[in-house]
């Protein structure tokens, strides 16, 4: 979709810009796989009632594509939360979380883990659950989840298909 630009001083009122400005505030990347994730999100979209201020991404999805959501392969999102602003910032961690809470209208959520003392403690509760979460949620090591995921992904290539005669 090309639309005028009359946003910035540095381009003129008659400029054409092939990108315009998503109506989304935030893309949460997430593990549809993850039982306390889907709680999570099912919350958090149930917040965003359609308006379309949150973008929600499987990450387990098969069709799960790197290069629209900042490069974040699936191991890296797998390891810690991870979300996109619409200028192309990545966010991972307890950060994400306060920034979706924030534009969901319930900042007050996480605004005590802006606190000097507080925000470390939470980042590193965090950072332990991430490393856990699978263990914790009765799920294979992420080399089995990779490995799995491999498999999938080669056999949705018609590559594993048994040829009909």
Known sequence: ????????????????SANPSPSWQIKLLYDG???LCLREVNFLRKRDAGQGLVVFV???????APEDNGNIDFETAMGSIHALLPDGT???????FRKVYEVL???WVY?????????????SIYDIWANWR???????DLATILA??????????????VPVE
């Open 1 to 16: 979709m090309i639309t005028e630009s009359t946003s910035s001083a540095a381009h003129s009122s008659n400029s054409i």
């Open 33 to 35: 796989a993850c039982p």
């Open 58 to 64: 499987d990450i387990a999805d098969l069709d799960y």
């Open 90 to 96: 990545v966010m991972v961690g307890v950060p994400v």
């Open 105 to 107: 209208g319930m900042g």
């Open 111 to 123: 605004a005590i883990t802006k606190l000097p003392i507080i925000g470390p403690t939470a980042d």
């Open 134 to 140: 699978l263990k914790l949620t009765g799920r294979a």
């Open 148 to 161: 799995e995921r491999q498999q999938q992904l080669a056999c949705s290539t018609d590559r594993c298909k």
